[in-house]
């Protein structure tokens, strides 16, 4: 039995190391092309997929932000509220840094960034239904979580020729793949599990206590560490 349970504890650990660390930072994005000599349409394209990228594969954290929300009330329609409300606001605050209005200073948005995935992961647990205000603080989040995209967008930089469409593009990307990590979600867990009696138990309790340790181990290493 104590051979079972040191295996359990042994892969638990491993699973935690093994989400913790590939959380990339912003130089994992490279840019090797020559933005003065591409048309509007390739500019376009080319930030629609480091928005996407950004999420999917290097964004992590990002990716357990959504799942959190997902995994809660496994249904489409709420968790693509959610969603939305979390796009809309990291739009604005993404534009306003752009823009240079605001100047957020990573070392402090970082590990807001991380605590946020942790408050979601905790509500999780201790509450067994979607409260309507969760809207409201996923919107708040999000408006951190746009201070984060920004200094991505900053050590790239953006066209002078087609600045605005850039950054539309880089957001529709950071969007589609947040959709794709919901669909992703709703097909391998919410599609067949959320009306099964021991779905809480037994998919959102523990993935919420991995997230929260994540989300717990990726503060502490960013407040005292990096």
Do not use: C
Not at 116 to 130: C, K, M, P, Y
Not at 185 to 209: D, F, H
């Amino acid at each position: 039995m104590g051979g079972a349970g040191g295996r359990r504890r042994a892969a638990g650990a491993a699973l935690l190391l093994a989400l913790a660390g590939p959380v990339l930072p912003a130089a994992a994005h490279v840019l090797n092309t020559d933005l003065s000599k591409l048309s509007r349409t390739e500019i376009f394209g080319t930030y629609l997929q480091l928005g996407f990228t950004h999420i999917i594969p290097l964004g992590l954290d990002h990716i357990l932000f959504i799942l959190s929300l997902y995994i809660l009330e496994p249904r489409l329609k709420p968790v693509l509220t959610q969603a939305t409300a979390f796009t809309v606001a990291h739009s604005i605050t993404l534009g306003l840094a752009m823009y240079g209005l605001i100047r957020p200073p990573s070392h402090i948005i970082e590990p807001i960034i991380a605590l946020s995935i942790l408050f979601v992961a905790l509500e999780n647990i201790i509450t067994d239904r979607l409260n309507p205000w969760r809207v409201a603080i996923v919107f708040g989040f999000g408006l951190v979580h746009g201070m984060g995209f920004a200094s991505v967008l900053t050590g790239l930089g953006l066209p002078a020729k087609d600045y605005i469409g850039s950054l539309i593009s880089f957001n529709v990307g950071v969007e589609l793949g947040q959709v794709a990590v919901i669909l992703l979600a709703w097909a391998l867990v919410g599609r067949w599990a959320a009306n099964k009696s021991w779905y809480r138990q037994r998919v959102v309790v523990p993935a919420s206590v991995v997230i929260g340790l994540v989300a717990a181990y990726w503060t502490v290493e960013r407040v005292f560490f990096t």
